[in-house]
T-cell receptor, first 111, second 113 residues
């Protein structure tokens, strides 16, 4: 079955710097890759997603890149702000419709 | 309501007790997922419904766990004879169709004592 690995588990950056989180997946049939942000005690919320027919997608300060050959995808946050501090999860969905999550990255942005 | 609603928000159960967790998805959403999230971990897949059909239950940890969605809307996750290792947040998510945004409920925090 699908397995999603996520790195790093924690990431600390200075406000204004960029943050990059990387994920790899095992199922070559996976075709949908969302990223979720979860603040302490709250529900996960989608911040951006990408489908397998594109290699990159951007939404203001957030971008996601996908390399289907290498089976990895990354989240890039530019000009980080303290309110970006949260846990970020990548996920992958294949033909089985199962959405499998990575183990999460705790991002801390210091003012 | 506008979002996915789960009840109860918190549940304390004595070991051996049966519990039932409810999920009200967004109206019209076909897909419904249940996840278990331990403290500091990512959501672990439990089961998936498409309308009333349970298409995948491979993540259910044991036969003490049972989920249903009889009319294709509200879903219930039942845990029989709860054990301490069942303590976690149980998250429900729904999406309009497959491979579209999954909206999460706020979860039910289950504590087994």
């Amino acid at each position: 079955g699908e397995n999603v690995e996520q790195h790093p588990s924690t990431l600390s950056v200075q406000e204004g710097d960029s943050a990059v989180i990387k994920c790899t997946y095992s199922d070559s049939a996976s075709n949908y890759f969302p990223w979720y942000k979860q603040e302490l005690g709250k529900r996960p919320q989608l911040i951006i997603d990408i489908r397998s027919n594109v290699g990159e997608k951007k939404d203001q300060r957030i971008a996601v890149t996908l390399n289907k050959t290498a089976k990895h995808f990354s989240l890039h946050i530019t000009e980080t702000q303290p309110e970006d501090s949260a846990v970020y999860f990548c996920a992958a969905m294949g033909n089985t419709d199962k959405l499998i999550f990575g183990t999460g990255t705790r991002l801390q942005v210091f003012p | 309501g506008a979002g996915v609603s789960q009840s109860p928000r918190y549940k304390v159960a004595k070991r051996g007790q049966d519990v039932a967790l409810r999920c009200d998805p967004i109206s019209g959403h076909v897909s419904l997922f249940w996840y278990q999230q331990a403290l500091g971990q990512g959501p672990e897949f439990l089961t998936y419904f498409q309308n009333e059909a349970q298409l995948d239950k491979s993540g259910l940890p044991s036969d003490r766990f049972f989920a249903e969605r009889p009319e294709g809307s509200v879903s219930t996750l039942k845990i029989q004879r709860t054990q301490q290792e069942d303590s976690a947040v149980y998250l429900c998510a729904s999406s309009f169709v497959r491979a579209t945004e999954a909206f999460f409920g706020q979860g039910t925090r289950l504590t087994v004592v």
